[in-house]
């Protein structure tokens, strides 16, 4: 198995290939066990909807909340409206507002536009980064983790991964952060140096060390914002992001 790609000559684990395949399909069985599945209802919203009909469907909501259903609120533009963002934020903002207090608020952005929102913000230090490229790396991630059902484990598989790239160039082998006359290993590069397949496999390839023992996870209670020297990572993955950011840019 592969533990190390980025490594020189990159590091492979010998394991017994039939009792990890066993592992694997018994932790798969276990978690089927334990999903509960929970109905998802959608409530349509215009950025122009009136007082009233928009009171109803907020009532209609608090009702599937009730139930016990998650609910999924879609803002929909149809041409001119699109010149007109602000008024999809107020209908949205009013809705938070709203339910805020029968129900815990997620924001599911899509990829793409995650992409294109942190694509712009790395861009302004590193040469020009695709957000094609950053959107295709999550959902290879998320893909597989989907296929393993890591589920609540997912977080501790990516906060690991990049506790792991930040401190270490590879197994046993920490990473040199201290600025040199050269300049910060962070500091940006003229062109492009980083590989969409060679992220994704590295992810892997940690995540299943993780499993095995063979990489360090990230410390109880670790976070981004502890590390030093990276101040300006700490800023992008701080900040607010709406999906309006990502329609106006």
């Known amino acids: 198995m592969e533990v190390s790609p980025n490594a020189d000559p990159p590091v492979c684990r010998v394991?017994?290939?039939?009792?990890?395949?066993?592992?694997e399909?018994?932790?798969?069985?276990?978690?089927?066990?334990?999903?509960?599945?929970?109905?998802?209802?959608?409530i349509r919203v215009r950025p122009r909807i009136d007082t009233h009909d928009l009171t109803t469907k907020l009532n209609m909501g608090r009702k599937f909340l009730s139930d016990g259903?998650?609910?999924?609120?879609t803002?929909?533009?149809?041409g001119r409206e699109l010149s007109r963002i602000d008024l999809g934020k107020d209908v949205m903002d009013?809705?938070?507002?709203?339910?805020?207090e029968v129900a815990e608020i997620e924001k599911d952005i899509p990829l793409e536009l995650l992409g294109r929102k942190y694509a712009k913000e790395l861009s302004e230090k590193y040469d020009e980064v695709n957000p094609i490229h950053i959107a295709s790396i999550a959902e290879d991630i998320v893909r597989i983790l989907a296929e393993i059902e890591a589920g609540e484990e997912s977080i501790n598989y990516i906060n690991g991964f990049i506790y792991f790239t930040v401190n270490y160039e590879a197994i046993g082998k920490v990473r040199n952060r201290k600025p040199s006359l050269l300049g910060n290993i962070f500091d940006g590069d003229k062109q492009l140096q980083y590989?969409?397949?060679?992220?994704?496999?590295?992810?892997?390839?940690?995540?299943?060390?993780l499993r095995s023992g063979a990489v360090p996870s990230a410390p109880?209670?670790?976070?981004?914002?502890?590390?030093?020297?990276i101040d300006f990572l700490k800023e992008i993955a701080e900040k607010e992001f709406s999906i309006f950011?990502?329609?106006?840019?």
């Open 195 to 209: 590989d969409e397949k060679l992220i994704v496999r590295s992810f892997k390839a940690y995540m299943y060390s």
């Open 220 to 229: 109880s209670g670790w976070s981004l914002d502890q590390e030093k020297d």
């Open 75 to 78: 803002l929909i533009f149809r």
């Open 15 to 23: 394991l017994n290939y039939g009792k990890l395949k066993y592992e």
């Open 25 to 42: 399909k018994k932790k798969i069985q276990i978690n089927k066990k334990k999903q509960h599945v929970i109905k998802v209802k959608e």
């Open 94 to 100: 009013r809705v938070i507002e709203e339910l805020s």
């Open 69 to 73: 259903c998650k609910l999924k609120i």
């Open 245 to 249: 950011d990502a329609v106006q840019n």
